[in-house]
């Protein structure tokens, strides 16, 4: 997700990057990563976001393999991961990772 967001980072302002853990929570381990990089369209994306080969930014190098990664790896641990994005303002992304 770092590297999307310094790939993806908007054109128009610095790049920011907020990573945010709350651990012990009642369900386990939240993540919270934001950028303000230039996001994509919510609507457009739908479903797919998460899903191998897909890709939003055609201007940028890329396999579209990496978001699907995370949501599998994560998965795979009993965790999963959200997304909201708008185009042009950002990106943040909430990985619930499981107690045990």
């Given amino acids: 997700m770092l590297s999307n967001a310094i ?3 908007s054109r128009d302002r610095s790049l920011v990057v907020h990573i945010k ?5 009642e369900k386990g381990t939240l993540i919270s990563f934001s950028d ?5 369209d919510m609507d457009k994306a739908g479903d797919d976001v998460f899903k191998l080969y897909k890709r939003f ?3 940028k190098r890329g396999r579209g393999i990496g978001l699907y990664l995370v949501k599998t790896h994560l998965e795979a641990m009993g ?3 959200e ?6 303002v ?11």
């Fill in 90 to 100: 950002g990106t943040k992304f909430l990985i619930y990772l499981p107690k045990n």
């Fill in 79 to 81: 965790g999963h991961v």
């Fill in 7 to 9: 790939n993806y980072r």
């Fill in 83 to 88: 997304v909201s994005s708008q185009l042009g």
């Fill in 21 to 25: 853990c709350f651990g012990n929570t």
């Fill in 36 to 40: 303000n990089g230039s996001g994509f």
């Fill in 57 to 59: 930014h055609t201007d």
